[in-house]
């Protein structure tokens, strides 16, 4: 079984960086589709990109740039590089992966749809002030 583990949140201030990390164990899959989402205090899961297991991203236009998603194949990680933060950026962000599907990245773009993905990590704070 897939299980996602979070690290890398934290306080920062305006303008900062930070790195979060997913550990990806069990991710067996011959194609996969994993990604990022994030959840402000009192909001809904936004999703902020997706990425496959060859590489091809999708960025929600919101990001403006900002965040870059990545992968680590070998060492079952997945990245979220977020600069110039801002506050608000804070939310609870979680990495969500299952096997790869034709709509995949849809759904990552879609927050009623973020459900189909089975696969979710425990989330990692982020607060940015």
């Known amino acids: 079984q897939v299980q996602l583990v979070e690290s890398g949140g934290g306080s920062v201030k305006a303008g900062g960086s930070l790195r979060l990390s997913c550990l990806m164990s069990?991710?067996?899959?011959?194609?996969?589709?994993a990604g990022w989402y994030r959840q402000p205090p009192g909001g809904i899961h936004e999703g902020i990109a997706a990425?496959?297991?060859?590489?091809?991203?999708q960025y929600a236009n919101s990001m403006e740039g900002r965040f870059t998603i990545s992968e680590d194949n070998a060492q079952k990680m997945l990245y979220l590089q977020m600069n110039s933060l801002k506050p608000e950026d804070t939310a609870m962000y979680y990495c969500?992966?299952?096997?790869?599907?034709?709509?995949?990245?849809?759904?990552?773009?879609?927050?009623?749809?973020?459900?189909?993905?089975?696969?979710w990590g425990q989330g990692t704070q982020v607060t940015v002030s």
């Open positions: 990425i496959d297991r060859d590489g091809t991203t």
């Open positions: 069990g991710m067996h899959y011959t194609s996969y589709c």
């Open positions: 969500a992966a299952d096997q790869f599907w034709p709509g995949c990245f849809q759904a990552f773009g879609d927050p009623q749809r973020a459900y189909e993905y089975n696969n």
